[in-house]
């Protein structure tokens, strides 16, 4: 059974002034290109499933999105000297990387019972280069519990020389594409093959995902 989902004020301040400020940001620094609002449900619990190419994915798809998404973010990251203090003070849901959390799972069930949107990067980490890496199971497993649509998006443009091209005034295009909704099939088998029907379902995701992106940048789903 999880717990009520519920935000402390300082974080709901932070996003409050956090996500203007960097849509301004990253205005300055790039060209802005949101495709798909219209595929965004108006209300509900749902899962936002991206690729992630670097750093820059993160805060480019909370930003923008019309509502304010919670987030989950490798344990590492809590290591990192200004990132961890962005992560905290957002309210991101720390993971460990292919290990199975329980307390973790149970913080991202209780959001999206409570009708919040989650946003999750499928590939576990950034693959610091345009090409999508192979899908951990985690996120098959969370939608199996959960039971919510998933929306598919497509980010490109947030390589990781972004800034240094931004500030020598090159004003790159960051582009999101926002792919339709959709239901992963149940998942009824047990064992080994329930483990197998998890990777495919990830699988799946993934390669809606890559409907979204340019083939240089689908990777193992190409």
């Not at 987030?71 to 990192?80: M, Q, T, V, Y």
């Not at 047990?190 to 409907?211: F, P, T, V, W």
């Amino acid at each position: 059974m999880t717990t009520v989902y519920t935000l402390p004020l300082r974080i709901r301040l932070f996003r409050w002034i956090i996500r203007p400020a960097f849509r301004m940001l990253f205005h300055i620094l790039g060209r802005i290109l949101i495709i798909g609002r219209e595929n965004i449900p108006r209300r509900g619990a749902y899962l936002i499933a991206s690729n992630h190419v670097s750093i820059y994915d993160p805060p480019l798809l909370v930003t923008f999105w019309p509502t304010t998404p919670e987030a989950l973010g490798a344990i590492d990251i809590w290591a990192k000297r200004g990132q961890s203090q962005l992560v905290r003070w957002y309210g991101v849901i720390p993971v460990h990387r292919g290990q199975y959390d329980r307390g973790s799972i149970e913080t991202m069930l209780s959001a999206l019972n409570s009708g919040r949107p989650l946003a999750i990067f499928p590939e576990g980490g950034r693959s610091h280069r345009p090409g999508m890496r192979k899908a951990l199971p985690g996120v098959a497993y969370l939608i199996d519990k959960a039971d919510v649509p998933v929306i598919p998006v497509g980010i490109t443009g947030t390589t990781e020389d972004f800034f240094q091209r931004a500030i020598h005034g090159k004003r790159p295009t960051l582009e999101v594409h926002i792919g339709k909704p959709f239901k992963l099939p149940q998942i009824i088998s047990k064992g080994d093959k329930r483990r197998c029907d998890r990777q495919s379902n990830a699988d799946l995701i993934m390669m809606h995902i890559a409907e979204q992106l340019p083939p240089e940048y689908r990777g193992v789903y190409g």
